[in-house]
């Protein structure tokens, strides 16, 4: 059920303005592309290196030389302060780079059920148990889970004992690639009931690998998003039976309008390759599997080389694909799992980010290569290969509403765009919102002698089962007079208030804002019972509110 909102819009702080109509309208799009690539830089020992300067690298765009024209190293101690204190009663946020500003990367763990085998879904969790209890202090990390949906057993926690107490309960839900679809025929002969049985078994395999995949795109895409703002390196260490073989492509589909009703992944992969991109998100993808026997096998053998014949190489090459594609490493044939875990959050310790804005316009969706280079002998590097060139986001209604859709469902909120949000229960039943919405993640454009900025606001509430009881959706029509808009721009928020009519069995709250403009996404999700008790709803490092 979908239903209109009236919002106010205004500079805080400023008179309410109300909402305006963008039905029709197609946004003028922004033009300028930075492209960021996080780079490792190791000496010929494995060592980190540290002090590394802009003039030391060369990046190169299919092999067309370009500017670097943003650069940080790996932080100092020094740079490395106290995350934001805890936010006042009931207010919620999405701004991860307040919280986790005293670290100086993320490592995220999924653990994919959905796609591995029963067999080696036990000796995974036991690997990620053996690394969590030898964490040092102060690393930050996550764990997610995929299953019948993506869950989350950790958010950014620094705590070894709150991990492994949540992995040791964790038992993991439905395991897809292991299923079979159990059909009694096999004995019925061949008789047209029998074809049909038949027909009907391969129609359910076909039905249980897109939902799968579709699944699993989804939840790639809702990681990126959710780990997009957090500073410093972000690492998923990726616990999987199978990869997505899309990665490896030479381009991913360009957006476009419903005009089919034939059955694609081509919106989903779009959507996901341009997550994986902004996000900067280093993959390192684990072959569950574990050890797999070669066909040339010895007992008297003390190893099994990678370079042996294989007898099940499904995969690997698709693994090699996602870690080069992301700048991450693919960890496969081996019972060492946890050599992952460590070689993940270890990066972070020799990272650098430079950012440029390639010369080229050739924004179709091909994949385009990069290459870095150190003009200091002794030094090695590692980054993500390349990149998608995909054009911006188109504005229209379809598209704002298929992205939103998709985001709505996510357990973890997107942090593109920095979202703090104060509740105020007016009556039983009602709620007043003042969302403040960071105003240097939006883009605000020349509007008169002033700036204007268009968002799509949508607010989800969901029941106790997260069954979906409600969707309300708006267009916030933000205008700043000349006097404001310059310092708003540079260091204020831009403030939606509104108000929510709660649903009488509403557990969950979801705000989500996109910037109709450039397509940015940020989520805010508020458990109502903390609302009614006037517990604070400020995120810690971790996780937990």
């Known amino acids: ?170 038992r993991a839900d439905l395991s897809a690639a292991s299923e079979e679809v159990a059909l009694d025929g096999a004995d019925a002969g061949p008789d047209p009931f029998s074809a049909w049985l038949e027909e009907l078994k391969l129609d359910l395999i076909e039905h249980y690998a897109e939902d799968r995949a579709l699944r699993t795109i989804r939840s790639l895409v809702a990681i990126a998003h959710h780990l997009e ?103 496969y044939n081996t019972n060492d799992l ?26 179709n969706g091909r994949f385009r290569r990069i290459e870095v280079r150190v003009r200091r002998p002794g030094v090695r590097l590692r980054h993500r290969s390349g990149y998608f060139a995909q054009p911006a986001e188109p504005a229209e209604e379809w598209y704002r509403t298929a992205a939103l859709d998709a985001a709505m469902w996510s357990p973890i909120d997107a942090t593109q765009v920095g979202l703090t949000i104060r509740v105020t229960p007016t009556a039983p039943d009602a709620l007043s919102l003042e969302i403040r919405v960071r105003a240097e993640d939006v883009s605000l454009r020349p509007l008169g002698d002033g700036r204007q900025a268009k968002l799509d606001v949508w607010f989800v509430q969901l029941g106790p089962d997260k069954a979906h009881l409600e969707t309300v959706t708006s267009i916030a029509d933000v205008r700043l007079p000349a006097a404001e808009s310059e310092r708003v721009a540079r260091t204020g928020d831009l403030v939606v208030r509104a108000h929510v009519k709660r649903k009488g069995r509403a557990a969950l709250l979801r705000v989500l804002v996109r910037d109709v403009a450039t397509g940015v996404l940020g989520a805010v999700s508020i458990p109502l019972e903390r609302v009614a008790t006037g517990a604070s709803g400020a995120r810690s490092p971790t996780g937990r509110p």
């Open 229 to 331: 703002r957090v500073p410093g390196r972000k690492s998923l260490v990726w616990v999987s039976g199978s990869f997505p073989a899309w990665v490896g492509r030479d381009s991913v589909p360009l957006p476009r309008g419903e005009g089919s009703r034939e059955r694609s992944f081509r919106p989903e992969i779009e959507r996901a390759a341009r997550a994986l991109a902004s996000s900067n998100l280093a993959i390192y993808p684990v072959d569950a599997r574990g050890l797999r026997a070669a066909t040339e096998y010895d007992p008297a053998r003390s190893r099994i080389d990678r370079e042996m014949k294989m007898a099940d190489r499904s995969g690997f090459a698709t693994m090699d694909a996602l870690a080069e594609r992301t700048g991450g490493q693919a960890f």
């Open 1 to 170: 059920m979908r239903a209109a909102v009236f919002l106010f819009l205004a500079w805080a702080p400023a008179a309410a303005t109300p909402v305006g109509d963008l039905s029709d309208e197609r946004m003028l799009r922004a033009t300028a592309r930075l492209v960021e690539v996080d780079v490792v830089a190791e000496d010929d020992q494995g060592g980190p290196v540290v002090d590394l300067k802009t003039e030391d690298l060369l990046v190169l765009d299919e092999g067309r030389e370009e500017r670097i024209v943003s650069f940080s190293g790996p932080p100092s101690p020094d740079d490395l302060t106290a995350g934001d204190p805890v936010q006042p009663p009931n207010t919620f946020t999405n701004r991860v780079e307040r919280t986790l500003r005293g670290s100086p990367s993320v490592t995220a763990i999924l653990l994919d059920g959905l796609n591995t085998p029963q067999a080696a879904r036990s000796y995974a969790r036991r690997e990620v148990l053996d690394f969590v209890r030898r964490i040092p202090p102060g690393a930050v990390v996550s764990l997610y889970t995929l299953g019948r949906g993506l869950s989350v057993l950790a958010d950014f926690s620094t705590d070894a004992p709150e991990l492994v107490r949540a992995l040791e309960a964790y």
């Open 338 to 363: 946890g050599a992952a875990l460590r070689e993940a959050a270890g990066d972070a310790r020799s990272a650098y980010r430079l950012g440029y804005q390639p010369s080229h316009e050739e924004w």
